[in-house]
């Protein structure tokens, strides 16, 4: 499968963004997707994702409330939402696939096997 991001720009404090997350070659819907960024210096951290079976979402606390994962089978895309937007909140956002991805390791970017190229989101005023 291949993904492709997008959405990504600078966007000033408590501000919006939406992300999307392509997917090509094989469709979303009986795998487990998300999110994860990475800001300058520091490691990937997950941020969301979502079991399209069932559509169960998972969120990192930090962007618990301000976050939203979704998806959309006959686009075979994902998003992102993003609202109330906080400098800290400046990273490199990547989506990440994988059919096989048990539960415990939704978290874990090393689980996933399939990964976009990135888009950059900068809060900042």
């Known amino acids: 499968v291949q993904l492709q991001a997008s959405g990504g720009g600078l966007v000033q404090p408590g501000g919006s963004l939406r992300l999307s997350c392509a997917a090509s070659?094989?469709?979303?819907?009986?795998?487990?997707s998300g999110w994860f960024r990475q800001a300058p210096g520091k490691e990937r951290e997950f941020v969301a994702a979502?079991?399209?079976?069932?559509?169960?979402?998972y969120y990192a606390d930090s962007v618990k409330g301000r976050f939203t994962i979704s998806g959309d089978n006959a686009k075979n895309t994902m998003y992102l939402q993003m609202n109330n937007l906080r400098p800290e909140d400046t990273a490199v956002y990547y989506c990440?696939?994988?059919?096989?991805?048990?539960?415990?390791?939704?978290?874990?970017?090393?689980?996933?096997?399939?990964w976009g190229q990135g888009t950059l989101v900068t809060v900042s005023s």
């Open positions: 990440a696939a994988d059919p096989s991805l048990i539960l415990s390791n939704v978290r874990v970017s090393r689980a996933y096997g399939y």
């Open positions: 070659g094989r469709t979303f819907s009986r795998q487990t």
């Open positions: 979502i079991r399209w079976s069932g559509g169960y979402t």
